[in-house]
């Protein structure tokens, strides 16, 4: 059997078995943590004592990470008129008409998302 890792131990070290943390002091000790080479994540799990069998207890939901997932998303909005300067005003990258048609037609996919309004729907 292989020994444990000099980070595995001073990780140990850093924990007492015998207590139970609040979830502040455990994301001090995971901050204070030795670190690793690959991205790192915590899984949190709850036992919540509900009885699944009931409509009314069920649990479900996201959570919206206070600081995003970290990627940009890049917004394309096909419109014409007033309503482009209203795309350019409310974030959107790539903004166009028959143009970004035609070029999405040719192979342009650089893009997340894609808006219509309703005028170039059919288009």
């Not at 994540?41 to 069998?53: E, G, Q, R, W």
């Not at 482009?84 to 997340?112: C, S």
Request: hydrophobic fraction near 40%.
């Amino acid at each position: 059997m292989r020994e444990p890792s000099k980070r595995y131990k001073k990780s140990k070290e850093l924990v007492d078995e015998t207590k139970l943390y609040s979830l502040k002091e455990a994301i001090s000790i995971l901050k204070n943590s030795p670190r690793v080479k690959f991205d790192e994540s915590v899984d949190i799990a709850m036992n919540l004592n509900i009885d699944t069998k009931k409509a009314d207890q069920l649990v479900r939901g996201t959570v919206s990470l206070p600081h995003g997932t970290g990627k940009k998303v890049k917004v394309a909005v096909f419109c014409k008129g007033e309503a482009e300067k209203e795309a350019l005003a409310a974030g959107a990258d790539i903004v166009g008409n028959n143009e970004l048609i035609d070029k999405v037609a040719g192979g342009f996919l650089d893009f997340d998302c894609a808006v219509a309004t309703p005028e170039l729907m059919k288009d």
